[in-house]
């Protein structure tokens, strides 16, 4: 995919492009295509399908996120104004959405996400310990994926021996190309299966219930009821689809930038205080997640003239690596003081799970250059990244041997 984009006519005076954000290209080509059209554009039209704004001002794009009342969550995917699934809490506007909030408040808090930090720094280090002399792999494969997994899964009290399904199913959920699945059978048939299986689980925990957040979140009520099963499902497959992959792509993005960049990785092995920027920074340069909203009135944004129901991509790369919000902004600053990225969102919806990703992404970064400090991407890789959220596919680094 390159930087620039092929015009395709205009829409209501507005330039109109074939833009397909699902298709995957060259590492960092997505940021680098957000950077361009930022710099020519404040918004334009896509023509796939049956089209939809995409907003490219990083303070318009902000400003959306925050104004649920305009810029709706009842659809939050590009190609579906009328989603026939429903993920909660993340599809649901307030003030339901701020009641759902408000009970998993107390399991996302800072508080409690700091009292794992032991068992997370655990499974952290042993997955580690189990690579290290290996002399190099994948690491996706074999740590960034498995780790925020695992940790996910002892939180909803899930057995660890279905780590591999459900890194088979993710696989197949959201990182399929269009030439692997072209019918979109395998993506369909991998839901099914997540749908099935927290079915399992949901009735599993209403015939004995456990200490674990799965079961907890069944004794809560709303408006004086209980959580329905149809509710609770919608619910465990947010979770699972939010749990599984964005601290994985954060962790392969770190990853890849001190391979990349040795002075940094050297800089963070002799200060590890400089890791809680660094991960900051790795969040706001590398930006991954593209958000849409579904416009629920007639609203102009970005030059864009959108009409109640029609989509609007609002790309988190604009305002992260806006020039006039950072300086030398597309560059990973050990010791920038401002980071006040909007990585994890902004207004309502921004991400519930921030503080338990915060803290999974410092310690795999402190824990990872405790035991390989010295380590560099393998030479003869053409490194790729897929479309929709823009993680590496595969990053086959090495170390402890002389290039």
Same mark, same amino acid.
């Given at each position: 995919m390159s930087a620039t984009l092929e015009p395709d006519g205009t829409h209501a005076g507005v330039p109109a492009y074939h833009f397909d954000n699902r298709l995957g290209g060259p590492v960092l080509s997505h940021q680098h295509r957000w950077d361009e059209m930022a710099r020519t554009h404040s918004g334009f039209r896509s023509t796939i399908a049956r089209g939809y704004w995409v907003v490219t001002e990083g303070e318009?794009?902000?400003?959306?996120?925050?104004?649920?009342?305009?810029?709706? @969550?009842?659809?939050?995917?590009?190609?579906?104004? @009328?989603?026939r699934f429903l993920w909660i809490p993340e599809m649901l506007d307030p003030p339901l959405h701020t009641t759902w909030r408000r009970l998993l408040g107390s399991a996302f808090s800072p508080k409690t996400v700091a009292a794992r930090e032991p068992e997370i720094r655990q499974v952290a280090s042993a997955l580690i310990d189990e690579l290290k002399d290996s002399g190099g792999t994948d690491v996706l494969d074999a740590f960034a994926r498995r780790f925020?997994?695992?940790?996910?899964?002892?939180?909803?009290?899930l057995p660890e021996e279905d780590l591999p399904r459900f890194l088979d199913w993710v696989h197949d959920l959201l990182h399929l190309s269009y030439g692997e699945d072209p019918d979109g059978n395998r993506?369909?048939?991998?839901?099914n299966a997540v749908s099935d299986y927290f079915e399992e689980q949901i009735a599993l925990r209403r015939e004995s219930p456990r200490d674990d957040l799965l079961s907890r979140a069944m004794t809560w009520t709303i408006d004086g009821e209980p959580i329905g099963d149809r509710d609770m499902h919608a619910f465990? *497959?947010?979770?699972?689809? $939010?749990?599984? !992959?964005?601290?994985? *792509?954060? *962790?392969?993005?770190?990853?890849?930038?001190? $391979? $990349?960049?040795? !002075?940094?990785?050297?800089?963070?092995? $002799?200060n590890p205080s400089l890791v809680a920027t660094a991960v900051e920074e790795i969040l706001r340069v590398y930006s991954f997640v593209v958000p849409a909203r579904k416009a629920m009135r007639d609203v102009e944004i970005g030059g864009c003239p959108v009409t109640a129901g029609e989509m609007v991509m609002l790309p988190l790369a604009v305002t992260n690596r806006d020039p006039g919000r950072f300086d030398d902004a597309l560059e990973v600053d050990l010791h920038r003081k401002a980071t006040n990225h909007i990585a994890f969102g902004s207004g309502p919806h921004r991400c519930l799970g921030s503080h338990l990703a915060r803290l999974e992404l410092n310690v795999a970064v402190e824990e990872w250059h405790r035991r390989v400090p010295d380590y560099r991407i393998t030479p003869g890789q053409d490194l790729e990244q897929h479309g929709n959220m823009y993680g590496i596919k595969q990053l086959r680094l090495e170390w402890g041997q002389t290039p």
């Amino acid at each position: 995919m390159s930087a620039t984009l092929e015009p395709d006519g205009t829409h209501a005076g507005v330039p109109a492009y074939h833009f397909d954000n699902r298709l995957g290209g060259p590492v960092l080509s997505h940021q680098h295509r957000w950077d361009e059209m930022a710099r020519t554009h404040s918004g334009f039209r896509s023509t796939i399908a049956r089209g939809y704004w995409v907003v490219t001002e990083g303070e318009a794009v902000q400003k959306a996120l925050q104004d649920w009342r305009t810029f709706s @969550n009842t659809s939050v995917t590009a190609l579906e104004p @009328n989603p026939r699934f429903l993920w909660i809490p993340e599809m649901l506007d307030p003030p339901l959405h701020t009641t759902w909030r408000r009970l998993l408040g107390s399991a996302f808090s800072p508080k409690t996400v700091a009292a794992r930090e032991p068992e997370i720094r655990q499974v952290a280090s042993a997955l580690i310990d189990e690579l290290k002399d290996s002399g190099g792999t994948d690491v996706l494969d074999a740590f960034a994926r498995r780790f925020p997994t695992l940790i996910f899964m002892r939180l909803m009290g899930l057995p660890e021996e279905d780590l591999p399904r459900f890194l088979d199913w993710v696989h197949d959920l959201l990182h399929l190309s269009y030439g692997e699945d072209p019918d979109g059978n395998r993506q369909m048939s991998a839901m099914n299966a997540v749908s099935d299986y927290f079915e399992e689980q949901i009735a599993l925990r209403r015939e004995s219930p456990r200490d674990d957040l799965l079961s907890r979140a069944m004794t809560w009520t709303i408006d004086g009821e209980p959580i329905g099963d149809r509710d609770m499902h919608a619910f465990c *497959i947010l979770l699972f689809q $939010a749990g599984f !992959d964005t601290v994985p *792509i954060s *962790i392969g993005w770190a990853l890849y930038h001190f $391979a $990349a960049h040795p !002075d940094q990785r050297k800089a963070i092995v $002799a200060n590890p205080s400089l890791v809680a920027t660094a991960v900051e920074e790795i969040l706001r340069v590398y930006s991954f997640v593209v958000p849409a909203r579904k416009a629920m009135r007639d609203v102009e944004i970005g030059g864009c003239p959108v009409t109640a129901g029609e989509m609007v991509m609002l790309p988190l790369a604009v305002t992260n690596r806006d020039p006039g919000r950072f300086d030398d902004a597309l560059e990973v600053d050990l010791h920038r003081k401002a980071t006040n990225h909007i990585a994890f969102g902004s207004g309502p919806h921004r991400c519930l799970g921030s503080h338990l990703a915060r803290l999974e992404l410092n310690v795999a970064v402190e824990e990872w250059h405790r035991r390989v400090p010295d380590y560099r991407i393998t030479p003869g890789q053409d490194l790729e990244q897929h479309g929709n959220m823009y993680g590496i596919k595969q990053l086959r680094l090495e170390w402890g041997q002389t290039p």
